[in-house]
């Protein structure tokens, strides 16, 4: 009887863990990153690919309804543009589900991007299927690739989520300036601050 308790259980595990998805590492620095096909808020589809001459990508998770996002959108809407004639894309996915946080809908999407002018594609992680891969963990978090989608930087856009006039280093910035030298920036990570990811899991 205790020879039979002990399969039971044995098989129990290993369905478990057949039916169990196993969270995909986060990236570190150098891995290649994921390229991804996601709907804009344009109606749309963008991927990395998409831009063959890229020197680069910005690639941000943020969202609609997180405070620390807001204070950075105007922020990340002049990093798109004062770097996009540099060569380096920077492309916006909210990771958030629409039906844990409502205020992350793809309809509100379209109003915020529209209300604050956005010049970046705004994608929607639909089935969120991509933070987990790039291990985005906050809103806003940043991760810049290299034209081979190389990771490079991983972490916040600056050091001060209150004030962009107060800001004393760019962390984002200083990283793409290495990189236009020929060096790999210096820290290559820092610790994202914001709103936590929304997920039914």
Known sequence: MKKISV???FVAFIVTAAFTSIAPTPYKIGDVATDFKLKSVDGKMYSMSYYKKAKGFIVVFTCNHCPFAKKYEDRINDLAKNYKSQGYI?????PNDPEVEPDDSYELMQQRAKEKGFVF?????????IYPQYGATKTPHVFLLDKNRVVKYIGAIDDNVDSAAEVKVKYLENAIAALENGKNPSPEMTKAIGCSIKSKK
């Open 121 to 129: 594609p705004y994608l929607l992680d639909e089935g969120q299927k």
């Open 90 to 94: 920077l492309l916006a996915i909210n």
């Open 7 to 9: 399969l039971l259980l």
